[in-house]
């Protein structure tokens, strides 16, 4: 079993016992009464070079990134990265693997008005509509992990509840079917989930591929604002970053590094 394998099984046991703490019914309470969700991609589209910065404290690649990061760290992190020119934030929530949480997601709502995206490891609708409860903006859907029926279906469903899913895949195939299934945020995993190898070639190769209706997002593996500038020309709108930010001393900082002076023209 690899390491994607044993995220999925773990995943699929908390969904289970997650639905035993609060019904669906509880969950399209909260919904009813929570303002709509930011748009990611008009986000993404409006401040060039639409980087989406991301909060976690660890990753099976890269080990510890944020030991010790509290609650309060969580908020000062995304008030950090609005400040640097942020174009939306990036919240892991999946706890086993990557020690995210669903009240990270809640502290930097609180503390932003950008768009959040919660990024963890979809697979039911449940947990779009605990999503859609706890304020996000958007969800991911990783294509890898999901059947083409499935993952229609909750691309289909996201937009019911007012997200627009940002699409995951790693290789033509899968950018393929998530062409097919209608995504319209695609974003390109330079990361291999089952090897955890990052090229920034995956981006390259896989941009071309992509319909100039949906907006390309390149993802992992981002380190300078010469990278984002190549990236840029040929064709993606959107850089989600993570590592880099946060190993950087001053995240703003380096985000303003990243972004540049001026935005890059349209």
Avoid: C
């Avoid at 029926?149 to 627009?164: V, W, Y």
């Avoid at 990236?231 to 709108?237: F, I, M």
Wanted: aromatic residues 4%; proline residues 5%.
């Amino acid at each position: 079993m690899d390491l994607l394998e044993k995220i999925v099984n773990a995943k699929r046991k908390e969904i289970a016992e997650t639905r035993k703490s609060r019904t669906v019914a509880e969950l399209q309470s909260m919904i009813a009464d929570s303002p709509r969700p930011r748009s990611l991609p008009e986000a993404i589209l409006n401040n060039p070079p639409g980087i989406i910065a991301e909060i976690k404290r660890r990753s099976p690649s890269a080990g510890e990134i944020q030991e010790g990061l509290d609650r309060d760290g969580v908020a000062d992190l995304a008030g950090r990265y609005a400040a640097g020119g942020a174009a939306a934030i990036s919240v892991l929530t999946e706890t086993q693997f990557f020690g995210g949480s669903p009240k990270d997601l809640a502290a930097v709502k609180k503390e932003t008005r950008l768009p959040v995206l919660m990024k963890d490891f979809i697979l039911d609708e449940y947990q779009l509509l605990f999503a859609r409860a706890i304020g996000a903006d958007s969800i991911l859907l990783i294509a890898r992990i999901l059947e083409d029926s499935r993952l229609r279906m909750l691309l289909e469903r996201g937009r019911e509840l007012d997200f627009e899913p940002l699409v995951e895949v790693h290789n033509r195939e899968e950018l393929a079917r998530a062409i097919k299934a209608g995504a319209v945020l695609i974003g390109i995993n330079n990361r291999d989930l089952q090897t955890l190898k990052t090229d920034l070639a995956v981006t390259r190769s896989l941009l071309p591929e992509i319909p100039r209706d949906r907006v390309a997002v390149s993802e992992s593996g981002i380190r300078t604002r010469e990278e984002i500038e190549v990236l840029w020309g040929l064709g993606a709108r959107g850089f989600l970053i993570g590592e880099s930010l946060l190993k950087a001393g001053d995240p703003a900082k380096k985000l303003r590094e990243l972004t540049g002076k001026t935005p890059v023209s349209r």
